[in-house]
């Protein structure tokens, strides 16, 4: 089991399947948007977008881009002599990615969550996840100790934090599109049957 969560496929596929989820969300919360929204607040570009960073994803771990992108990083380091003197500029790049990422949130709550505050949790787990994946991207020695080196029930602690994110994505824009789609129905009103009107005045 611990093999089969640690490989990149069945990572992939979760992203796949979050991916969807959040498109189905999108769908369902497409005839609750408001027609005098700008069109960037609305939920459905939300969830749209979120769908689109899941399943890019899913492309990215399904052709393991991100260990390549690794490989590319420490070459360069080798061949420019700097290799060595790495840790400073690792170190100044996450905290850049920290930045954006706090900005990203920000941006998020103000165009979406401040209108349907029920948007922060997905937007904390998108960022969470954009943040996570980005950092690891970044291999530095400290972090890789703890992500690759350590694990839980044989599962390493870098396949569990991606799980779990990834799990939560799906499981809340499925919860979102199920409460989404019902508030539609109930809020549409039900076309009068014929001779309704007849009836009750006979």
Known sequence: MAEAIESHTFRALLYFLAGAASLWAGKSAMDSDSDSAPWLSRQTVFWIGLAAVLLALGLLKGFDVEQWAARQGRDVAYDQGWYEQRRGYQEMVIGVIAVLDAL??????????????????????????VGFVSIRAISLHQIDAVLYRRHILDIQVSAIVEVMFTLMAALIAIISGIFLHLTRDHSTPRPTPKGAAFNVFR
């Open 104 to 129: 990203a949130f920000v941006f998020g709550f103000f165009t979406w969550a401040r209108r349907w505050m029920f948007l922060v949790l997905p937007l904390v787990v998108l960022v969470g996840l």
